[in-house]
C-alpha cells in the first residue's frame, strides 16, 4: 500500500485537474476486457482509493458500461479518469497515468490475470488474480 498524502493529476489537454489525499488503498494493473476496451491498452493501472479522497474540477462526462460501472473520461482530448462501480460503491479508480508523478506509486498486484494479453510480459514479480481481492 502507497503511503502518499496528496497526489495531483490531470488530462492530456488539462481541462480537468483532480487532487487525491490520503493514504492509498492500492495501486493495481487491471487485465480485464472492459478496461483494455475502454483505454485501448493492454492493461491499466488503477489507483484504488476511498471516494472522499478525490476531488475533481470541473465535473468530467461519464459513460455506464455494459458491468454497471461508470467511467469517466474528458470529451476534449478523450482522456480515462476514473472507473466506479455499484459493487464497491465506497471507492473510485483513478486512472494512474494522468498524475503528475506516477514514479512515486508502487504497484501491489494484477488483476483479472486470466484475461492477460499473452503477448504482455511481466517481469515485475507482482501477484497475479483472477479477480479483485479485498
Request: aromatic share 12%; hydrophobic share 30%; glycine share 4%.
Amino acid at each position: 500500500m502507497s503511503k502518499i498524502s496528496q497526489i495531483h493529476g490531470k488530462c492530456f489537454c488539462e481541462k480537468y485537474r483532480y487532487t487525491i489525499r490520503g493514504e492509498l488503498k492500492r495501486v493495481v494493473h487491471c487485465h480485464c476486457n472492459n478496461c483494455r476496451r475502454s483505454v485501448g491498452a493492454p492493461f491499466v493501472t488503477w489507483i484504488v482509493i476511498k471516494r472522499d479522497q478525490y476531488s475533481i474540477q470541473p465535473e468530467p462526462k461519464s459513460h455506464t458500461a455494459k458491468n454497471k460501472a461508470i467511467r469517466t473520461f474528458c470529451e476534449e482530448c478523450g482522456t480515462s479518469l476514473t472507473y466506479a462501480h455499484p459493487n464497491r460503491s465506497d471507492f473510485i479508480d483513478i486512472t494512474a497515468g494522468t498524475v503528475n508523478h506516477p514514479d512515486s506509486l508502487n504497484p501491489d498486484w494484477h488483476i483479472w490475470g486470466k484475461h492477460k494479453v499473452e503477448w504482455v510480459r511481466m517481469n515485475d514479480h507482482l501477484p497475479f488474480y483472477d479477480i479483485f481481492p479485498e
